[in-house]
């Protein structure tokens, strides 16, 4: 059978519902295929009159044109500010360099901010946006899987510094997320594929149902099949939303369950040296070092270490370290340690103790770590 057109999948509304006792910063997630030339005609009911659109060099002459385009007919005086692709432009120069920009355009409050491109540039136009004439609205646009299950959602912006990643920041809400599907087709296997593994975290801390999907539609994801796709961007954002909504700042713990996997990872993708392995595939592994510590302090049916392993693997991401090269499991501790997530140096993580459930836990006996680290 033929895929069906894209434009048979249904546009849904996720709400991100954040009263604000001066302010009311609850906003929209639309999500689905075919999204994004209506993002003008959003921007512009929000009462846009200038917009500046920070698109990702790699989409700024496809996606990021249109989006612009959308929003001159929408009546909005738009510019566009291209910034190259890579980490490396998540730093201080660049944001120096949009702030000068934003000057120069004499950008005010009545001016809003555009995001187009993966997390990168969300975390960077976001940082931008929250710091320039003490804070602009920003949209996002996110055009990466990370950025659409992820990094678009929940206000986290920021910029490196040479010390360490995301070390400069503030909460910035958006006013509204656009995340087309479509966008996705451009995107090189290897992102793509990194992306899913935080789709796979969510089916672990938050939702048995969403994993066992996951499960059988591994095929169809892999493919990019659109209705399967929609529903597993719909499900991830909506996951990311219900925690933000409780937990915004993260000061309950359990904003924290969205680290799962994270602190391995952290651990392997900084030994193995930024740029070896994408961030999704660093976080795969990490949940498969995560679920066979839990499963080492008899936390976690080693049933399910076997079940999150299969999923992972069935969507070719890795679960062993082979690919982060020969790393010591000293090493990896030691980075552990100086973790900003970790406490005193302290190691914590966030452990399953069934599929769609975890808690942090505080002071893992570091001997189960190395026992974990040393398996192949
Ligand atoms: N704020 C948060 O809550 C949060 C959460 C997760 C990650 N992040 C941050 O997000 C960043 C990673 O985001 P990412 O994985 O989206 O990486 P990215 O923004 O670097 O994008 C990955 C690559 O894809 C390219 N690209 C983007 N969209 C494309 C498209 N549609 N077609 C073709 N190429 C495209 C980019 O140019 C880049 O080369 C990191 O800096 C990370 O710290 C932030
Ligand atoms: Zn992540």
Redesign the pocket.
């Known amino acids: 059978m033929a895929t069906p057109p894209a434009r048979t999948i249904p546009v849904r509304t996720i709400h991100v519902r954040l009263p604000g006792e001066a302010t009311d910063r609850s906003y929209e997630i639309a999500c689905g295929s075919g999204l994004i030339d209506s993002v003008g005609g959003r921007v512009a009911a929000d009462g846009a009159r200038r917009a500046v659109v920070i698109a990702?060099?790699?989409?700024a002459g496809s996606?990021a044109a249109r989006v612009a385009a959308s929003l001159a007919a929408a009546g909005a005086a738009t510019t566009t500010l291209e910034v190259p692709?890579?980490?490396s432009s998540?730093g201080v120069p660049m944001a120096g360099r949009l702030w000068a920009e934003l000057a120069a355009l004499a950008a005010d409050r009545g001016t809003q901010i555009v995001a187009v491109?993966?997390?990168?540039?969300?975390?960077l136009a976001?940082f931008v946006a929250a710091t320039f004439a003490r804070g602009l609205p920003v949209w996002h646009v996110p055009?990466?899987l990370?950025?659409q299950v992820?990094?678009a959602i929940?206000g986290?912006?920021?910029i490196n510094l040479e010390a360490g990643?995301?070390l400069v920041g503030a909460f910035w809400q958006p006013r509204g997320v656009v995340a087309d599907i479509d966008?996705?087709a451009?995107?090189?296997d290897r992102?793509y594929i990194?992306?899913l593994a935080e789709v796979v975290k969510y089916g672990m801390i938050l939702d048995a149902s969403f994993f066992a999907w996951l499960e059988g539609h591994a095929a169809e994801l892999l493919a990019r099949e659109p209705q399967a796709l929609a529903w597993a961007v719909e499900r991830s954002a909506s996951l990311k939303a219900q925690v933000v909504e409780q937990d915004e700042r993260e000061v309950s713990g359990l904003r924290a369950a969205l680290n799962y996997g994270h602190t391995f990872g952290h651990a392997y993708e900084t030994a193995a040296g930024y740029g070896r392995l994408?961030?999704?595939e660093a976080v795969a592994i990490g949940m498969a070092r995560a679920a066979r510590l839990a499963a080492t302090l008899g936390r976690l049916d080693e049933a399910v270490v076997g079940r999150q392993d299969r999923l992972l693997a069935s969507l070719q991401l890795p679960t062993t370290p082979a690919a982060a090269g020969a790393i010591e499991p000293a090493t990896l501790i030691t980075i552990m340690g100086r973790d900003k997530k970790s406490l005193h140096g302290r190691l914590r993580f966030v452990l399953p103790d069934a599929i769609g459930r975890v808690e942090l836990v505080e002071g893992v006996d570091p001997a189960a770590v190395e026992r974990v680290l040393s398996a192949p």
Do not use: M, Y
Not at 56 to 59: I, L, R, T
Not at 117 to 123: F, L, M, Q, S
């Open positions: 990702d060099a790699a989409v996606h692709s890579g980490e998540k491109g993966g997390g990168v540039v969300g975390d976001g055009t990466t990370v950025a992820d990094s929940g986290k912006t920021g990643k995301n966008t996705l451009t995107l090189p992102e990194s992306g994408l961030h999704g």
